[in-house]
């Protein structure tokens, strides 16, 4: 059996593809599966397991003149695929349905996962008081449905034995002392209103650094947000920016799969975390974990996700994605969320003391 799996974008949401392609791959070692993507996507699947192949795809950014890209992609798989073939689309887009309609051409069964969009709708414009489930769930499902496919094997990491390769880092972050703690912050996201204050951020910053046993590592890309990291960095000796440093994305993976935690907005960075199996705390403004999109926890893990979320905003959720302008100014679901709630949160979490979800 020859399964092409497919998911473009966002990073964010090809990261949360990771936990059941890999469980699927591990699971059923004698069927081979084909993930295609954007090819900026592809460096997010780190290890993939044997019988995976990633295909990174360049488009031209209309889907109708993509077809000849995706026409020859799935040739490329028809040409070696043995037995039964599927194409499970896990995006459900324009792309993906041309993609499923060549798949179909070429003797192809076709499935695709539900994006939940009206049940979403329903949320964010409080219809219904209903949680969608989470789109590992819903990525799962179109699965189930292929006869002899076992289900995805529980994940863990995208690292052997959950941790990457120090050597990957350590020349810039150094070696960990004894007795540090080492945390992560992730401040941006692709949306104003998923994005904590900066001038809040900052205190928190100024908090947790004035407690030497912290080491705080500041994630970023970009100019705008490396000028922002840096100007942090600088006032303190525990404080480091890697916006600019040169570190590959496997080798942030790494690093953070040797942090005590990550604090981050509803972005990839929360979903990075997840696929190192480090414990996150996520800031959600606009947003909310119950459309579906709270990183993922292995099942056995005896670690819970963490959520710093505004209370008693009835306008809360406004968005799916957190690109809509905040409907009463200023944004109160991030800026009621005070620097010293999230402090707090943080040291309790590494300490072992936070048991909220």
């Known amino acids: 059996m020859h399964i092409i799996i497919s998911r473009f974008s966002a990073i964010g949401d090809v990261a949360m593809t990771i936990p059941v392609i890999y469980g699927l791959a591990k699971a059923n070692p004698r069927h081979r599966f084909t993930m295609l993507t954007k090819r900026g996507m592809a460096r997010i699947f780190v290890n993939p397991p044997r019988n995976l192949e990633i295909i990174g795809l360049d488009f031209k950014g209309n889907p109708l003149s993509d077809w000849r890209t995706l026409a020859a992609a799935v040739d490329s798989v028809k040409d070696k695929a043995r037995g039964k073939r599927y194409f499970v689309d896990l995006h459900d887009v324009l792309r993906s349905r041309l993609l499923a309609w060549v798949c179909r051409t070429r003797g192809f069964q076709t499935l695709r996962f539900d994006k939940a969009r009206k049940a979403k709708k329903q949320i964010i414009s409080h ?60 401040p941006f996201a692709a949306h104003e209103g998923k994005i904590y204050p900066q001038d809040l951020m900052k205190q928190v910053i100024d908090k947790l650094a004035w407690k030497g046993s912290i080491r705080i590592f500041l994630l970023g890309g970009g100019k705008h947000e490396k000028e922002i990291l840096d100007a942090w960095a600088a006032e303190y000796d525990n404080v480091t920016s890697l916006a600019g440093s040169g570190l590959s994305l496997e080798a942030e993976l790494s690093l953070m799969s040797h942090l005590d935690l ?61 690109n809509k302008p905040c409907r009463i100014g200023g944004y109160p679901c991030l800026r009621r969320i005070t620097p010293g709630q999230v402090t707090e949160r943080i040291i309790a979490t590494l300490q072992g003391n936070d048991k909220a979800l």
């Open 127 to 186: 219809k219904s008081g209903a949680e969608v489930s989470s789109n590992f769930i819903r990525y799962a499902a179109p699965f189930a449905k292929i006869p002899g496919l076992k289900p995805a094997a529980a994940f863990h990491s995208i690292f052997p034995g959950g941790r990457g390769d120090k050597k990957l880092f350590e020349h810039i972050t150094g070696v960990r002392r004894e007795g540090e703690r080492w945390v992560g912050i992730a």
């Open 262 to 322: 990550m604090l981050t907005m509803d972005s990839a960075n929360m979903h990075f975390s997840s696929l190192v199996g480090t414990p996150s705390l996520s800031i959600w403004g606009a947003t909310s974990p119950v459309t579906g999109f709270a990183p993922y926890r292995s099942p056995d893990s005896s670690t819970p996700n963490r959520y710093i979320q505004a209370e008693g905003l009835p306008c809360r959720p406004c968005s799916v994605f957190g």
